[in-house]
């Protein structure tokens, strides 16, 4: 048989999109399944993408939750690295925000106000007097809409969610879309992007709670963590930054080379007895980027997985689950206790709509918000 030029290049290009799409023979692929359904009875999905090495990503579109991550450990072993629930009914009105999109301002605003162009806005008071991830009801707690946006590089879950002027006290109608993508790489992007018609303030981030040993077996205090910081933002008593950028050098807030996350945690210091461990932003020095910085390395010798937190944003919030206090039953009842798993929330700064020299959390209409995270695993 004779093959016609349009012919061999139609061949070509469909063995490089075989090839890119099932790297050692196995195809990445995104499957749908029942969630579960919410108290007002709307059903959710899980949408779980596998890439070609086997690392499975599972999301559902009750906020934008990441429910699992299932990755190999040194010796091929594959176990789920992320705490959560079975199924909806435990992300719904749960108070750890386990693997969820926050929204609109992840972390902390001051007694729930702000000022913006001389209004001031008045949110939900749901911690304490602070206003903690969004409010009551943040983007934790929404119903976003799914669409698979798979390309070759990598199965990609995209959810939309249409956040109406005034919700949970925020100003302008704000657009949010955020792209889950798993690479063959064993990376999970996360892209986010939003839009208002009103100016308006924003800082997204996801909550996943990670221990590297799998299945939330024992603590995370043995973990070995960079984060690549050499500053961070101290807190008054709850938990709001003073404002002040305070150097890590000489503390146990020093993570710049690679420390076991227990090795300091019980230090008679006072920003660790504020919070009961770790819980605050430490100031990226790469600052606000375009493009993707190495933000933080978290690392289980036990297992041999690491975890490589890339971001754009100029801060991040690691958190040792110091509110974790064996109340929670979580996947197949797992027990979840203190220090069972860490976050490291890429975001700008807490209460930054009320500390002007802070990078600026402000959106206008007009303009397009843009942030990118990727979660990266590896074995050593
Ligand atoms: C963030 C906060 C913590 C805590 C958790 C959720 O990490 O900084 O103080 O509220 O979320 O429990």
Redesign the pocket.
Known sequence: MKLSVPMVAFLLVSLLTVNAWSAQGKKSTMQKQAFGKTDDGQQMDLYTLTNAKGMEVAITNFGGTIVSIKVPDKNGNIADVLLGYDDVSGYQGG???FGATIGRYG??IAKGKFTLDGKTYTLPQN?GVNT??GGTKGFSQRVWTAKDVSSPAGQALQLTYLSKDGEEGFPGNLSVKVVFTLANTNELKIDYSATTDKDTVLNLTN?SYFNLSGKGEGDILGTELTLHASKFTPVDAT?IPTGELRAVKGTPFDFTKSTAIGARINQDDEQLKL?GGY?HNWVLDAGKTVALHLAAQAYDPTSGRELEVLTTEPGI?F?TG??LDGSIHGKGDKVYNKHAAF?L?TQHF?DSPNHPKFPTTELKPGQRYHTMTVFKFLTK
């Open positions: 108070k750890a925000y972390n902390r911690d903690l991830h909550h938990l919070a819980d919030q958190y110091n509110f976050c929330e807490p």
